[in-house]
């Protein structure tokens, strides 16, 4: 089975995507565009595709997926316009820079019988997937608490155009918060409220790469930002996201339970290595092997921390679409995740808990095997 998919925003992430495309046996490329033709043109050489004019690759009946990888401040319009030419629209994250905004672009799609697809897919990552494995089969116990963190001394140390990244709709919040949020919904299930405390580093950063380095940047939102969010299940997880840490030793993700702790690595990337005192003891390894999704990208094991299966998310939707089954990175758990993460804003801002009204079921676990077959089901 291959699906037609079509790409709007040619930008640093979209390699990634048409590298998973080109790997996966479900996914078929049918064309890429961006506001700069320029931008679609040179990612259609790199990758082999074909550039189009927006409304041209809109129009395309063989296109039913559109992939949206513009910059967060467009996501709403962009996906908006995909709905209306009829075709399920997959997004990167954040679903939207607003959770009002994304709010009305779910409710568009359900009446519009349409499939609202969210990044981050990491969470299907094999360590990912062995830990959320781990805590179901009880491994720690009821989980009570956990401290997860993503954590860097600035993205405009690598980014070429990172001003996006300082502006309303993303700082670390908004653009690394979803991993962290997404990773712990899927362990852990929704989250009913949030408590947190916010700072800026720097006023301006200084772009440190690419063919604008020196270029100032003013930063508008918070860049280190520390949450609580407290879980429906009980469990209470500390939340750190930071672009202002020269190093540090904490760990990524850790979750305590009742009999034990699980220690695994970050939800930025699928691969990695995961440990547990469950069962008492010492520390061991969990086999995260029996997850792998290396046969996808032939390229990374479930050992290498910077695996990357980005597109994974799309080609699990495009299979669930045919089978009529729910597709994992979903719009409601995207919805969810943007709402704790607009929370967490608000929390700082006004130094109250904020509730939140939004839930969703946790994504159903992937079978352990290698390859996309396990997503066939
Ligand atoms: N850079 C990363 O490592 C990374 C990783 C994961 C996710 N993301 C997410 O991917 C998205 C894109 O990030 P990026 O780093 O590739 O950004 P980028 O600025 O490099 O690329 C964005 C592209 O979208 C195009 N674009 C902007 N508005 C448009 C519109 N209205 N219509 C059509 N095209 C439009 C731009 O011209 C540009 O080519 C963001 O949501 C980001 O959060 C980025």
Redesign the pocket.
Known sequence: MTIGIGI???????DAYLRGAARSGHLSVLGV????PE?AAAKADAHGVAARP?DDLLADPAVEIVVN????L??A??STRILDAGKHVYT???LAATFSAASALVAHAAQAGLRVGC??DTFFGAPHQAIRRAVDEGVIGRVVGGSVGFYNPGMESW?P?PD?LFKPG?GPVL?AGPYLATYLVNLLGPVRSVVAAGSRGRDRRTIATGPRRGEHIEVEVDTTVNAVLEFASGADVALTVSWDVPGTTRPPIEVYGETGTLSGPTPNWFGGEVRTTGGGGEWRDIDVSRFAFGEITGEARPGVIVADY?SIGIVDMALALRSGRPHRASGDLALHVLEVLEGILTAAAEGRRIEMATTCERPAPLPPGAGEEVLEG
């Open positions: 709007i925003g040619c930008g640093f992430i979209s565009a961006d506001i700069v931008a927006i990888l513009t910059v967060p467009a996501h319009e962009v990167e994250k954040p990044a981050p980014h155009a996006f993303a653009d980005r």
